[in-house]
T-cell receptor, first 114, second 113 residues
């Protein structure tokens, strides 16, 4: 069991470039999440998905898009990167959040936008 | 609007000390309060969690104290060890509001040998 994996681990973008972060989980979890972590601000939810083919906005969705075409994968896209999107991005998954099941986090992707 | 406020931002204790991290919340609909532990370069991992129908929960050296009337909860680490050095996040969620976790700002704990 690999758990939650994220690719890439590191990335440097120039302002205006686009990229996609990939999250994969092998635990057959229904719910998946994308967070960003910034110093002094904790983890903030960007978008989440309650199942294959569904997505919803979180606390800070602007500038990001997501897709959940397969149950095990959750993609986070930046169409036109901005320096304010420099952050560490974490993907997480859980079985059923309605029962407050534990969220399992990936190792993170460190993104720098210059 | 920060719904979960965590303090202190950083904490240094000697080995064997009892660091205490505090969190306060505003939303009375919250019904689940987990603590996550994060080591450098890793993702957060669930450490311990409590529901508001109990005032204290212990798991090994880690204890959550919960004060529903004050809308506060705290993490105590007994007999702290250098291996406990990490960033700790409190969080809260509500089943009636989708179960999404709202995280505190994090506390960077350093336990000196």
């Amino acid at each position: 069991n690999a758990g939650v994996t994220q690719t890439p681990k590191f990335r440097v973008l120039k302002t205006g470039q686009s990229m996609t972060l990939l999250c994969a989980q092998d635990m057959n979890h229904e719910y998946m999440y994308w967070y960003r972590q910034d110093p002094g601000m904790g983890l903030r939810l960007i978008h989440y998905s309650v199942g294959e083919g569904t997505t919803a906005k979180g606390e800070v969705p602007d500038g990001y898009n997501v897709s959940r075409l397969k149950k095990q994968n959750f993609l986070l896209g930046l169409e036109s990167a901005a320096p304010s999107q420099t952050s560490v991005y974490f993907c997480a998954s859980s079985y059923v959040p309605g029962s407050h099941y534990e969220q399992y986090f990936g190792p993170g992707t460190r993104l720098t936008v210059t | 609007q920060q719904q979960v406020k965590q303090s202190p931002q950083s904490l240094i204790v000697q080995k064997g000390g009892i660091p205490i991290i505090n969190c306060a919340y505003e939303n009375t609909a919250f019904d689940y309060f987990p603590w996550y532990q994060q080591f450098p370069g890793k993702g957060p991992a669930l450490l311990i969690a409590i529901r508001p129908d109990v005032s204290e929960k212990k798991e090994g050296r880690f204890t959550i104290s919960f004060n529903k009337s004050a809308k506060q909860f705290s993490l105590h680490i007994m007999d702290s060890q250098p291996g406990d050095s990490a960033t700790y996040f409190c969080a809260a969620s509500s089943i009636t509001q989708g179960g999404k976790l709202i995280f505190g700002q994090g506390t960077e704990l350093s336990v000196k040998p």
